[in-house]
């Protein structure tokens, strides 16, 4: 099974536990390459701690993580971005006292020159990355706001400028943490037109609370609660499920 | 979105190019001023206050661009004079082999410490700079060549390259500017590198660099070693001229005078620490009349600052114009 080149990334076991309390509880994912892969699941579920451990932000208690038919289990964080596994933050993460040209243009850095170690150097060397960071900038609408600073951006700007940081370095795999939390329809509409592009050529895997973009976008969703998995399917399959629709869909789908 | 994205950069007002055009400025006057003080005040203060300068620049480094707060620096800055005056005393090298040797100590030091510190954060990493220098203070204190209480005087300042007598005030004043204005500048270099621009990122939201691949720990022990050096450069630089090493150099009150020098000139701005470095011994030495008294005086302009000036007077400054 591990073996399949179907599969980008691929969880056997995953668990995470705080405290003896398992936020993420044996949790087997598979994920298809070039596919759209929603996680979803009430507050609490575990979603974000499964984001934190399948880039290492958190070392897991117990489980294995394969990515592209690679052991990662015992991998460093900047490591699993090295090899295209790459995320962005539930709370938007930016580097705030940087321009939106610097917030794209350090991804560049280190997707064409590996580490820049070099502090004898002048930083004007960096410049030949300008073009590509302003493609990438005009690629998410942000065209006019080339030299704010990120904290001067409104929400869902910011979101946006996340996720040019995040393409820029070329992933393989994208995994997204609410993406549209917090934006405006028009914002919404913007960056689900986005996440569609991207993945044209890449695989996602992402945590997102609004349906409708969930169920416009996936190709597969799996249904967390209490760090487990309930379901999993296409959203046809998924939202018709019993279980699901009691424990997540609840009242409003009756 | 259908903009021609290159002419966004090109254009003349791009702020970088307009900061760096204000620092070219900056830079002008402090080289002009540092050239015609000699001859309106006191070299030997001049001297003294390049070399804390240029600490409070190294620190700066650390605190202001990578958002570490050490506050151990005295560690480096006075085992690398010990070592220098050591090596200019004990072994008769010439000044500059001592400095050289000073600044290496430091570097080593540096590793050491900073391959301990660096996996903390915050709070944590400051008491383990602390904690780190305090124990090798009780080294100095207790090993024979530091000459404990009395420390090491009467330093020779030395033939620099064997040939140039340091004795001579212009000369021994020339050798402390050109030093003091290469570590500034390397500073300056460092801060604008490649490397320095991860160092924004990581001061900026760590996990992000991380999350974009960038190993953060290698950075910071760099950063770290680097602010070692220079403090030790430093150091080192502040034993010829002044020709002594002494526990002042390497106790815990020196690592507060340099966070309380980098505060007052302005925290990540490259002159503050600079201005905050003359300012303070300017203060000292006015003062010294009064005494201990000179303290209480520090500890509220230190308050003043953090209340009011957050910025620093630099950053203050800086401020006024942008508006
Ligand atoms: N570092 C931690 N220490 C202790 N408990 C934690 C930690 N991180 C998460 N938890 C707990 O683990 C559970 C899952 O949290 P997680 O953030 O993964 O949920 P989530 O599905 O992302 O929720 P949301 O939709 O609100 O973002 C929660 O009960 C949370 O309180
Ligand atoms: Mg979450």
């Known amino acids: 099974m591990l073996m399949d080149a179907e599969l980008i990334l691929v969880t056997e076991g995953l668990t995470k536990e705080f405290a003896g309390f398992a936020a993420v509880g044996g949790v087997d994912l598979r994920v298809r390459r070039g596919t759209i892969h929603a996680l979803i699941g009430p507050n609490g579920a575990g979603k974000t701690t499964c984001f934190n451990l399948l880039t290492k932000f958190l070392q897991p208690t117990s489980g294995r993580i394969v990515f592209k038919g690679e052991d990662i289990t015992d991998k460093e964080p900047a490591d699993v971005a090295r090899l295209g596994l790459v995320r962005s933050f539930q709370i938007s993460a930016v580097f705030p006292h940087m321009t939106v040209l610097e917030n794209v243009r350090i991804a560049l850095q280190r997707l064409k020159r590996g580490s820049s170690l070099d502090f004898w150097r002048s930083k004007s060397v960096l410049d030949e990355y300008n073009e590509r960071s302003l493609e990438l900038i005009a690629d998410v609408g942000l065209s006019d706001y080339v030299h704010w600073n990120a904290v001067e951006l409104p929400y869902g700007r910011k979101r946006a400028l996340e996720i040019a940081t995040t393409l820029a370095l070329e992933p393989e795999m994208l995994l997204l943490d609410e993406p549209t939390a917090g934006m405006g329809h028009e914002d919404i509409a913007r960056i689900a037109d986005l996440i569609r592009r991207v993945a044209a050529n890449r695989t996602v895997l992402m945590v997102e609370h609004n349906l409708s973009v969930v169920a416009d976008l996936s190709d597969t969703i799996t249904v967390l609660t209490r760090g487990r998995v309930l379901a999993e399917g296409d959203y046809a399959t998924v939202s018709n499920n019993a279980d699901v629709r009691e424990a997540y869909m609840g009242t409003g789908h009756a | ?323």
């Open chain 2, 1 to 323: 979105m259908d903009t021609t994205p290159s002419l966004a950069v090109t254009g003349s007002r791009q702020p970088s190019a307009l900061r760096r055009n204000g620092d070219m400025i900056f830079f002008a006057i402090m080289i002009v001023g540092l050239i015609v003080a000699p001859f309106f005040t006191y070299p030997l203060f001049l001297m003294q206050a390049m070399c804390f300068a240029l600490f409070a620049c190294a620190f700066n480094l650390l605190i202001g661009y990578v958002g570490l707060l050490s506050f151990g620096h005295a560690l480096y800055f006075g085992w690398a004079s010990y070592v220098c005056a050591y090596a200019a005393k004990g072994w008769g090298l010439t000044p500059e082999l001592a400095i050289l040797l000073g600044t290496l100590t430091a570097a080593v030091l540096g590793l050491v410490a900073g391959s301990l510190a660096i996996r903390r954060q915050g709070i944590y990493f400051a008491m383990i700079t602390l904690a780190l220098a305090q124990m090798m203070y009780f080294v100095a204190l207790r090993a024979k060549f530091t000459g404990g209480e009395d420390g090491i005087q009467a330093v020779p300042r030395g033939y620099l390259f064997g040939l140039i007598d340091l004795r001579n005030t212009t000369a021994m004043y020339i050798v402390v500017l050109v030093i003091f204005l290469a570590g500034f500048f390397l500073i300056y270099r460092i801060i604008h590198s490649p490397f320095g621009e991860v160092l924004k990122a990581i001061r900026e939201n760590e996990p992000r660099a991380i999350s974009l691949g960038y190993r953060t720990e290698r950075y910071k022990l760099i950063a770290f070693v680097l602010s070692a050096s220079l403090a030790g450069l430093a150091g080192s630089t502040k034993a010829i001229t002044l020709q002594i090493a002494s526990l002042t150099d390497v106790n815990w009150p020196m690592s507060g005078e340099v966070v309380l020098m980098t505060l007052v000139g302005g925290l990540g701005t490259i002159f503050g620490p600079v201005v905050g470095a003359f300012v303070i011994l300017f203060m000292q030495f006015k003062l010294s009349v009064v005494g201990e008294w000179v303290l209480v005086i520090q500890g509220v302009i230190f308050v003043t600052c953090v209340l009011l000036f957050r910025r620093g007077i630099v950053g203050e400054i800086a401020a006024l114009f942008k508006r």
